[in-house]
């Protein structure tokens, strides 16, 4: 049973798409890798078709919209992606998105997906890549509005790449999978709430700007080593890397932390608050033309606050 018809179901004038995802996986064979041994993980992780194949969709932003030499970058752990459309309202202005936490057919964001949906609402070209494939329906707060017999069509979660420019040379790096796929609740689980297949990973890829060279563009969530195959992926060339990743990691691949005040928390943000930890990062070698600044993950309507995630 698979759902590559399920987005053009539910937006089936405006958002349709007759493209299924590259990592496509039955839900039979997603109930049957749960049921395998932790020993087993990575041997599957390893043998899951395209996991490392970036999905590129270039055909949705004008050509004339990278024209300029400067670039508006957001960075977004978007929790899902589960409110993308209230979320739009904040990210409207950027020539640049990059997103952690995103998903496509999974029950607990409507089986949408979120990148996709995000892209074509702000006419952007986008770029995603699966970091795990998800057996399970999630943690605690995903689970609160789910019944007991709902199932993921896709089970994807990935981080993506936004962007007016075309994106393309896309590469991911990945860990192994390692307690995400384990037999016993631990912190990496969700308590034993979750087990996942694929691993931690970074998304790297390249947008044209205009006649300047290649920009690199990249969205990282807590991937360990790599450092010099990112570092040997940018070379000389200007880059962007930003995602939920320790401030020490810009250094290590070259880069230079983009942050105009150490009070900039970003987690465990809310309406009321940014939090008191930095969890999110932006790397880069590019000058800044304005100072970089974080927003509450959060937009009102009709007085009431909404909340869009926790970074």
């Known amino acids: 049973t698979r759902g590559n018809d399920v987005e053009k179901q539910l937006y089936p004038f405006i958002f349709g798409s007759d493209v299924g995802p590259l990592v496509d996986t039955s839900i039979e064979q997603r109930n049957s890798w749960f049921n395998e041994s932790a020993s087993r993980g990575q041997i599957i992780t390893n043998q899951i078709s395209n996991l490392n194949e970036v999905e590129i969709d270039n055909s949705i932003a ?9 670039l508006n970058v957001i960075e977004f752990n978007a929790e899902r992606g589960r409110r993308w459309l209230e979320s739009a309202e904040l990210l409207g202005d950027a ?11 999974m029950a607990r964001s409507d089986q949408q ?4 949906l995000l892209a074509r609402y702000l006419e952007m070209n986008y770029a995603f890549g699966v970091e795990f494939v998800e057996l399970t329906l999630g943690d605690k ?15 994807l979660h990935g981080n993506a790449i936004l ?13 192994d999978v390692g307690l995400y796929f384990a037999d016993k609740s631990n912190r990496f689980n969700a308590n ?9 990973m970074i998304l790297l890829s390249r947008i044209d700007l205009g006649d300047s060279k290649p920009v690199v563009v990249g969205s990282t969530h807590k991937l360990n080593g790599y450092r010099s195959e990112i570092k040997d992926f940018i070379q000389s060339s200007p880059a962007i890397i930003a995602g939920d990743q320790g401030s020490s990691f810009c250094g290590d691949v070259g880069l230079a932390v983009v942050r105009s005040d150490t009070n ?7 309406c009321k608050s940014l939090g008191k930890i930095r969890g999110d990062n932006i790397c880069s070698n590019m000058m800044a033309l304005k100072e970089e600044y974080a927003t509450n993950p959060c937009v009102t ?4 606050d909404v909340g869009l995630g926790d970074h």
């Open 141 to 155: 707060g995903d689970r609160s509005n789910l019944g007991p017999t709902e199932t993921n069509f896709h089970g």
């Open 192 to 200: 034993g709430l979750e087990k996942r297949l694929g691993g931690r």
């Open 95 to 105: 020539d640049v998105i990059i997103l952690n936490e995103m998903d496509n057919g």
């Open 62 to 70: 004008s050509l004339d919209k990278c024209n300029g030499s400067i």
């Open 264 to 270: 900039h928390f970003t987690w465990p943000a809310s």
């Open 113 to 116: 997906h979120t990148t996709r």
């Open 163 to 175: 962007s007016k420019c075309k994106i393309h040379d896309a590469i991911i790096f990945r860990n």
């Open 301 to 304: 309507h009709n007085g009431i």
